[in-house]
């Protein structure tokens, strides 16, 4: 029913609220603490790694759960269950690969291209002269900057989400070669051949639409939210 377009809702509300605080926080401190012209990079580049290895699991579980026929599979406590069966706790770190390889070089542009144009889109709004202009101002601010990289980012690194989705729902695939081995893990350069292959190019891109549908506006809502919340904080202080 209409129930199961919201299905992987849970675990997706477990996974983000506490990871994009962690991840904008640790971003700050990094950005704040690394004196280079290439600070938003490396802390973007930083922030990402830890917070993406943190959240592995769940993110396991949102993917299984979302791509299940089965509402009696789709709950998180059967998902693991079922990991933990089939062999030991780091399965539940499956996909964290690919998934580093997407977040990596998007969290790399996403956040040279935001400070960069941040800093474009305050100078076209021009001098504040009020704490409440220069609040409005860093908010639209950071909701035209933070839209325009998320999407430009999603665009470059979707094939790796396109390889990360597949390997964690097909995560083995039959060795003909040593038939006791059964199945072994679908490495990512072996699932990026194997759609090149059968479906060309564009078999990377897609549903790329529906994800950069999804980005442009999480990302844009996300930190500009987070800039008006600091800049106000910062002003009750």
């Keep these: 029913g209409v129930s199961s377009l919201w299905r992987g809702l849970a675990p997706t509300l477990i996974m983000s609220i506490p990871s994009t605080i962690l991840y904008f926080s640790a971003y700050d401190h990094l950005k704040d603490m690394i004196e280079s012209p290439f600070a938003p990079l490396l802390a973007g580049v930083s922030a990402r790694c830890f917070t993406t290895t943190l959240v592995g699991p769940i993110e396991l579980v949102r993917t299984r759960a979302q791509a299940t026929t089965n509402p009696n599979s789709a709950s998180m406590v059967h998902i ?46 021009g001098p504040q002269q009020s704490l409440s202009q220069h609040k409005n101002a860093l908010t639209w601010a950071a909701f035209i900057s933070g839209a325009t990289s998320g999407v430009t980012a999603a ?29 072994l893990p679908a490495s990512t350069v072996r699932i990026m051949r194997e759609i090149l292959k059968n479906e060309g190019f564009w078999g990377l891109y897609a549903g790329v639409a529906a994800r950069a549908s999804k980005i442009v506006p999480a990302c844009a809502i996300m930190i500009s939210t987070y800039e008006f919340a600091k800049a106000h904080l910062r002003t009750r202080t």
């Design 155 to 183: 665009l470059i690194t979707h094939p790796f989400d396109v390889v990360k989705t597949r390997r964690q729902i097909e995560f083995y695939h039959f060795d003909s070669r040593d038939p006791a081995k059964n199945y």
């Design 80 to 125: 693991i269950k079922d990991e933990l069966s089939k062999g030991s706790s780091l399965r539940l770190w499956r996909g964290v690969s690919p998934t580093l390889w997407r977040d990596v070089p998007f969290s790399a542009i996403y956040w040279t291209m935001y400070e960069h144009l941040k800093v474009k889109c305050l100078d076209w709004y």
